[in-house]
Structures are given as C-alpha cells and as structure tokens.
C-alpha cells in the first residue's frame, strides 16, 4: 500500500528532519505515530504526499512511484491521499457543505475549480460525507460558527468526500478538550473499520494512541526507533522515545 525507502528529508539549512527511513503500511492498518516535537512526525506524513520533497530515498503508494511522478501523475496519486491537519484548514466564511466539497477539487479542472462547478451525485457524496461524522443537520452554517470539535469533523467530511483510499492526520486532536479528541478519534476509527481506508495518524498522547491505532511506530531524531502491534508497545520502550538527551 504504502513503502517508503531509505527516505531522508534535509531542509535548506543542512537540518535532518529524517534519516534514512524505512516503511511498509498494508491497506487497511490503522497506525499511530509518536515522537517528540521535531521528530520527524509531521515531516514523515508531508513526504508520503510529497509536501515536502525528500532529498533521498524513494515512496510509492499503492505501486505508484510518487517520489517521481510528473505533475499530471502527482496530481492522480494525491487523490487517493486524505489530509487532515491540527488546525482545520476551512474556508471559515463559507458554509459547512462548501467545505465538504472541496475534496472534489482534485477531481476538477481548473475552470471547474474557479466556477465552483460541482454535479448532484457530488453533493450527494458530500452529505453522506456529513452524516458520517453527524454533522449533516450543519451543512449551510458558516464554518466560523462552528466549535474545533466540529470544524475537525468537517476537515474529516471533506477528506472523505474525496473518496481517499489513504488518511494522512496531522495532529488532529492536539487543539482540541480530551473529550472533543476522543469523539475526532472514534470517527477515524469507524471510518477504517467500515471503509477499509488506511489511516496514518501522528499523535503526541500516547494514551490515545495504544487505545485507538493498532500499530505504533515512534519517530526520534528522525529515525524510527521502533515499529510494534500496540499490544507489544511497554512504557519502557515510551521512556526510551520520550526520555530527552
């Protein structure tokens, strides 16, 4: 589904943010990912949809070779690829159905794209998109009047009206109450257990992530320093990520 090969990432400054990373992702994992702030997390996730180019190393998903796709190609592959960031992401001044749909722009030309050209069928997706995450009663409410919980489930609506086959979230909970993460987190778990979407999730609560994802994989000076079924991840293996120099 998703390999990722000897991949480094190093920024302009001379900074490793990865070192010669390795991965392999099945369809249908739903895997956590943990480290400290300047790990290497966020900078995994961003290479995998080539957001950030890496400087070695090679990534395909789904037998695709992303890391040197032609733009027309690129363009393809990232439609199989979901995003979800920590901080939404919305269009705040437009309403809830408008932001759904947005997930369809990968879908459209550039015409399509500035008209706002959408069919029913799409509209149709993005309202089950809405339901899915209980927000359908939502859609013609401006995305600045809703709560974080709720602007979260929206960015979740419009990744799934994309009809990704790949979920790349970002911290999506840290901005968020731990009631209001958990219900953000119980609807991406739903949505790979009925789905079947792969999902990749970069977390810093580690209680959230042995809860919910069933594979752990901890990032630390951009290496990974392990890769385990949640049920073998033990909180010396945590000290060892955690614990600074």
Do not use: W
């Not at 363009?75 to 199989?80: F, H, L, V």
């Amino acid at each position: 589904m998703i390999h990722v090969e000897n991949v480094s990432v190093i920024y302009n400054k001379g900074t490793p943010a990865l070192k010669g990373v390795n991965l392999s992702v099945d369809k249908g994992e739903f895997v956590g990912i943990l480290g400290l702030s300047g790990s290497g997390k966020s900078t995994l996730l961003k290479s995998i949809n080539l957001i950030v180019r890496p400087t070695f190393g090679k990534i395909s998903i789904d037998g695709d070779l992303i890391t040197n796709a032609n733009p027309k190609k690129l363009r393809t592959i990232r439609r199989k690829v979901g995003l979800i960031f920590q901080d939404y992401n919305l269009i705040e001044r437009s309403s809830v159905l408008t932001n759904v749909l947005l997930g369809r722009l990968g879908y459209k030309s550039r015409l399509q794209s500035f008209l706002g050209s959408f069919t029913p069928s799409e509209y149709s997706l993005a309202m089950d998109a809405l339901k899915r995450v209980g927000l359908e009663e939502k859609s013609f409410v401006r995305a600045d009047r809703l709560s974080g919980g709720q602007k979260q489930r929206v960015a979740i609506a419009r990744t799934l009206c994309q009809q990704p086959s790949v979920i790349l979230a970002d911290e999506p909970i840290s901005n968020l109450d731990k009631y209001t993460g958990e219900l953000v987190m119980e609807y991406l778990y739903e949505i790979n257990k009925s789905s079947g979407i792969t999902v990749l999730v970069n977390l810093h609560d580690t209680s959230t992530a042995l809860k919910y994802c069933s594979r752990i994989i901890a990032l630390k000076d951009g290496k990974i320093v392990f890769d385990k079924a949640a049920g073998d991840v033990t909180d010396e293996l945590l000290r060892g990520v955690y614990e600074e120099k």
